[in-house]
């Protein structure tokens, strides 16, 4: 019997790979052995991350690591999928959303109607600005050309920020040449690690999302001529990835704001930063109007906000 | 099929594809896409287009009309006669002094374009027929005129190192930078070869007596002219270098400035505008098709399988130090520029390279400098480079294919020295990049 | 014979046209990135500077290639080539070209395959879907956006490259014939340039 092979392609460039994707697939190809083995890929290697939905559905390419809103797949919870703004305050926020609160449900709907196996949701880190100049207030925020996720982008630019999408790999220079004046895409562990702590100076520590929302897909039907044993192998590895981000962002981002020398940090005073919160429930609301499937998604996100605002601390302080 | 003979096979069937002398493009693609159909499996034939949509987003490509266009404006519009006078006057009066001047005006339209064809064409034109006429040695002459324009990549702007700062995701402002020095460097060397061997074979470069006779006013005034480069290469750089504009900016400025300086000289006619236009959709066209070829080889190359092999050959095979393996890479890609297609070479091959060089601790703003400097004597060296064609369509009848390829002979030496000594001495690079970002 | 001829001289006519006003994209592209410097200096910075020069960069190397072929400006590896006598040249085009179209042929295919999906087919069969919509049976359905926050929608530039591959594909055809009249002595449409 011949070894299955796959290739997959990740949105994550290799130096944020080594930690977000590597081990879990170095595993799974371990345990698979000769059964299957899958090669992985890294942002834009093999197709642009913009055509990368569209080669998954097509079989060009046969699992995908990605958020929904970056490889812009087409379906009605692409907004939802990356950094929807204040939609989760912690990164345990994001499995309990999808395996408590029925996102699962929903994601696994909307991606078989477009012939695209949904695997499983994990949490990332949360999404902070790191710019070259300082933001102390909002102010600050107008006129900067910030890469960041296209919802992200599309709620920010109310502030005056002007949002940019680049291929990934391209960013850090893109910061030296001058084509961005920072960053909106991540915490301050991916700003070290990835290099982006080297080009910017400030790192912002309001957040506008406690955890990027992010999945591994499949090509249909590459996926359900896998044995059962893979698929769940697979699907292992998909958790065992899930938890490793989840210490690993987590100590992460608290020792890199104590002990990080490379970027100062600034803070904009919570009574100024509630006028974005306030924009955040507007902006749901707007979302929301815009479809069923995206009503459902915000409900959701409502009710259980305010179920966390009940329980109190350690769940919500204030 | 085995990942290494897939790589073999691949690179076998583009080279041969090449030596039918099918365009460069369509040779780099037809294969890419064979391969794609009958190797990937399901959707493979969708990469060749994918390419398309990354070459799409592949920004700092907006730069390559521009400073195509910029330099064919210099050469069409004569706007370096003036400075060529400038040179010829100050210089004349020495052995091989018109020689060493003309490595001087390269020098200087340089720094006004980003290929070595604006270089070539400004040589041949102005400076070559004088030097004939002055008595200098005709191997001389086509020397001089393809080591200098070499220059015009090395020296910023430079296509050739935003085409690599893309592909080892390194930032222009600081490749370019240091390119500088080592421009300026090769260019002694090419002077102090010149000044040597024109004192030991006078006959070779005869000193001009007639240079003598230009009144000290005139002299002072045409110093004059070597203010005009500077101005358009501050136009372009200070806002980028300071941040106040972005490198894609950066040269649709610089290419205004030097149309408008032509302008102001008025040097432009519409006549030539039209050709300029023209000259630069045809040659952007050239590039951007063989790039496109290429990033759809390419993928398809490490899609397969094919990178992985080879990058188990140069680490885990061979077992070599890593000065070694650079040396290697080097020496390969000398071999491979004499008879591939540098931007098909640096798109399809260094994607192997840089990261491995990246890997074995060597900095890769400085291998930028080494691959640019490759890159140059690939363009020399028979029998594939596309200075010596282009000197050979430019040159006057009675220069042979023959004294074309032994002229270079010597240059070629000197450039290898320079990149002997930036080898040695990486700081030659570095110092100037590591000056002005500060870091 | 005479039909080649009379094909070539209307492609290569239409090609050249293309290319002429294609040319000239060198100025959109340069008021763009001017624009762009501008308005990041003196106002706010625009959201869609960078990605209209680029649509504007891949129209003009697209739309721009037919013409490019025409003046003969795609470098060839001539070490040998250079040598051969024009007939000899001739047969061994006639022969790459073909290499050559399909190149063309597999990049069109592609790119109808993803303007389909950019319209909202998410199937295998492109042609019959745009046959499809002449027809009415089928349907433009979810318009692909370009992820960025302008959000452009994506299928006219995509349309575009299809359209300048197929003028691309007309072009090697062009080609094609004159290598095959060249073989047979002869010399049609006479390059312009
Ligand atoms: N890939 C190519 N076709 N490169 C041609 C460029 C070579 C030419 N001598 C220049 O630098 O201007
Ligand atoms: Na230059
Ligand atoms: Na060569």
Same mark, same amino acid.
């Given at each position: 019997q011949s070894t299955i092979t796959w290739r997959m392609q990740t949105y994550a460039g290799p130096a944020l790979a080594e930690h977000v994707i590597d081990p879990a697939i170095k595993m799974f190809n371990q345990i698979a052995g000769d059964r299957m083995q899958i090669e992985l890929f890294y942002a834009d290697q093999l197709v642009p991350t913009g055509e990368l939905f569209r080669a998954m559905q097509k079989g060009t390419i046969d699992a995908v690591q990605s958020d929904d809103d970056s490889m812009a797949s087409p379906t009605e919870v692409t907004v939802f999928g990356g950094y929807f703004p204040f939609a989760s305050r912690y990164s345990l926020d994001v499995p309990v959303l999808f395996n408590q609160w029925g996102l699962n449900e929903i994601w696994d709907e909307e991606y078989s109607k477009v012939g695209v196996k949904h695997i499983s949701a994990g949490a990332w880190d949360p999404c902070h600005f790191a710019t070259k100049d300082p933001i102390n207030s909002l102010e600050d925020m107008k006129g900067k050309r910030i890469f960041t996720f296209p919802t992200a982008g599309r709620f920010l630019s109310q502030f005056g920020v002007v949002p940019v999408s680049l291929p990934w790999e391209d960013i850090e220079v893109a910061v030296q040449t001058g084509e961005l004046d920072g960053i909106a895409w991540?915490?301050?562990?991916?700003?070290?690690?990835?290099?982006?702590?080297?080009?910017?100076?400030?790192?912002?520590?309001?957040?506008?999302?406690?955890?990027?929302?992010?999945?591994?897909?499949?090509?249909?039907?590459?996926?359900?001529?896998?044995?059962?044993?893979?698929?769940?192998?697979?699907?292992?590895?998909?958790?065992?990835?899930?938890?490793?981000?989840?210490?690993?962002?987590?100590?992460g981002e608290a020792n890199l704001r104590v002990n990080g020398t490379k970027m100062q940090l600034t803070t904009i005073p919570d009574e100024e930063w509630a006028t974005v919160e306030q924009a955040a429930v507007k902006f749901w609301d707007e979302v929301a109007a815009e479809s069923e499937t995206k009503a459902k998604v915000v409900d959701i996100f409502k009710r259980y906000n305010a179920e966390m605002l009940k329980a109190g601390r350690p769940y919500r302080y204030g | 099929m085995s990942q290494e003979f897939i790589a073999i096979f691949m690179f076998a069937s583009m080279m041969l594809m090449l030596f039918t002398g099918q365009r460069v493009f369509g040779a780099i693609g037809a294969v890419a896409a064979i391969a794609a159909l009958a190797l990937w499996g399901t959707g493979g034939q969708d990469?060749?287009?994918?390419?398309?949509?990354?070459?799409?987003?592949?920004?700092?490509?907006?730069?390559?009309?521009m400073f195509i266009f910029m330099g064919y404006v210099l050469s069409e519009s004569r706007?370096?006669?003036?400075?060529?006078?400038?040179?010829?006057?100050?210089?004349?009066?020495?052995?091989?002094?018109?020689?060493?001047?003309?490595?001087?005006?390269?020098?200087?339209?340089?720094?006004?374009?980003?290929?070595?064809?604006?270089?070539?064409?400004?040589?041949?034109?102005?400076?070559?027929p004088e030097l004939l006429r002055r008595g200098y040695d005709k191997t001389m002459v086509t020397g001089v005129i393809q080591a200098g324009s070499s220059l015009g990549i090395l020296v910023p702007p430079s296509v050739v190192l935003v085409l690599y700062a893309m592909i080892a995701r390194q930032p222009v402002g600081q490749l370019w930078l240091a390119g500088i020095v080592p421009g300026l460097l090769m260019a002694s060397l090419f002077i102090l070869y010149i000044w040597i061997r024109c004192r030991l074979q006078p006959h070779l470069g005869p000193a001009m007596?007639?240079?003598?006779?230009?009144?000290?006013?005139?002299?002072?005034?045409?110093?004059?002219?070597?203010?005009?480069?500077?101005?358009?290469?501050?136009?372009?750089?200070?806002?980028?270098?300071?941040?106040?504009?972005?490198?894609?900016?950066?040269?649709?400025?610089?290419?205004?400035?030097?149309?408008?300086?032509?302008?102001?000289?008025?040097?432009?006619?519409?006549?030539?505008?039209?050709?300029?236009?023209?000259?630069?959709?045809?040659?952007?066209?050239?590039?951007?098709?063989?790039?496109?070829?290429?990033?759809?080889?390419?993928?398809?190359?490490?899609?397969?399988?094919?990178?992985?092999?080879?990058?188990?050959?140069f680490t885990d095979q061979l077992g070599l130090s890593p000065w070694l393996i650079l040396i290697l890479m080097q020496l390969s890609f000398i071999v491979m520029g004499t008879f591939l297609d540098d931007t098909a070479m640096l798109v399809i091959v260094a994607p192997l390279y840089v990261p491995l060089v990246g890997a074995l601790g060597f900095d890769l703003i400085w291998y930028g400098v080494l691959y640019t400097i490759t890159t140059q004597i690939a363009y020399m060296t028979p029998p594939f480079g596309y200075n010596l064609f282009l000197m050979r369509a430019m040159a006057p009848p009675e220069i042979s294919l023959k004294d074309i390829y032994r002229s270079i002979v010597p240059f070629v030496g000197v450039m290898l020295l320079a990149l002997a000594i930036i080898m040695i001495f990486p700081e030659i690079a570095l110092w100037l990049p590591g000056y002005v970002y500060g870091n | 014979m005479?039909?080649?001829?009379?094909?070539?001289?209307?492609?290569?006519?239409?090609?050249?046209?293309?290319?002429?006003?294609?040319?000239?994209?060198?100025?959109?592209?340069?008021?763009?990135?001017?624009?762009?410097?501008?308005?990041?200096?003196?106002?706010?910075?625009?959201?869609?500077?960078?990605?209209?020069?680029? $649509?504007?960069?891949?129209?003009?190397?697209?739309?721009?290639?037919?013409?490019?072929?025409?003046?003969?400006?795609?470098?060839?590896?001539?070490?040998?080539?250079?040598?051969?006598?024009?007939?000899?040249?001739?047969?061994?085009?006639? $022969?790459?070209?073909?290499?050559?179209?399909?190149?063309?042929?597999?990049?069109?295919?592609?790119?109808?395959?993803?303007?389909?999906?950019?319209?909202?087919?998410?199937?295998?069969?492109?042609?019959?879907?745009?046959?499809?919509?002449?027809?009415?049976?089928?349907?433009?359905?979810?318009?692909?956006?370009?992820?960025?926050?302008?959000?452009?929608?994506?299928?006219?530039?995509?349309?575009?490259?299809?359209?300048?591959? $197929?003028l691309m594909l007309l072009q090697a055809i062009s080609e094609f014939f004159k290598d095959i009249a060249r073989i047979n002595g002869q010399e049609i449409g006479a390059g312009r340039a």
């Open positions: 991540s915490g301050i562990t991916e700003d070290y690690t990835v290099g982006w702590a080297d080009v910017t100076n400030y790192f912002l520590t309001n957040n506008i999302s406690g955890a990027w929302a992010g999945h591994f897909f499949a090509n249909m039907d590459r996926w359900n001529e896998l044995p059962e044993d893979l698929q769940t192998l697979f699907k292992v590895c998909c958790d065992q990835s899930h938890y490793y981000r989840q210490w690993w962002y987590w100590g | 990469i060749p287009f994918s390419a398309a949509m990354k070459l799409m987003k592949w920004y700092p490509l907006l730069t390559l009309p706007l370096a006669d003036d400075l060529y006078r400038m040179f010829h006057v100050w210089m004349g009066p020495v052995n091989g002094g018109l020689a060493i001047g003309t490595i001087g005006l390269m020098v200087l339209v340089s720094a006004m374009n980003g290929l070595s064809v604006a270089g070539m064409a400004i040589g041949a034109t102005i400076a070559l007596e007639d240079a003598h006779k230009v009144p000290r006013a005139e002299k002072l005034r045409l110093l004059g002219a070597g203010a005009l480069p500077l101005i358009i290469f501050a136009s372009m750089m200070l806002p980028f270098v300071n941040g106040w504009t972005s490198l894609v900016e950066s040269s649709a400025i610089g290419a205004l400035a030097a149309l408008v300086a032509s302008i102001l000289k008025r040097r432009m006619t519409w006549k030539i505008f039209e050709d300029c236009t023209k000259q630069t959709l045809a040659i952007s066209c050239m590039f951007m098709w063989i790039i496109l070829a290429a990033l759809g080889f390419g993928a398809v190359f490490d899609g397969l399988g094919a990178v992985k092999a080879i990058e188990n050959l | 005479k039909l080649m001829a009379a094909y070539v001289r209307i492609v290569d006519a239409i090609n050249y046209r293309i290319g002429r006003v294609m040319m000239w994209g060198l100025f959109v592209m340069m008021a763009v990135l001017l624009w762009s410097s501008i308005s990041k200096t003196f106002f706010l910075p625009s959201l869609w500077t960078l990605e209209m020069a680029q $649509f504007a960069m891949v129209t003009y190397y697209i739309m721009g290639g037919p013409y490019s072929i025409q003046l003969g400006s795609n470098v060839r590896m001539d070490l040998f080539y250079h040598n051969w006598s024009p007939r000899r040249k001739a047969w061994f085009d006639a $022969f790459t070209v073909l290499l050559l179209i399909l190149y063309l042929g597999v990049l069109f295919y592609g790119g109808l395959g993803s303007t389909a999906y950019s319209l909202g087919y998410w199937g295998d069969e492109p042609v019959t879907y745009f046959a499809g919509l002449l027809t009415g049976n089928e349907e433009v359905g979810r318009l692909e956006r370009s992820s960025t926050a302008w959000r452009p929608y994506i299928w006219p530039v995509k349309a575009m490259m299809v359209f300048g591959f $197929f």
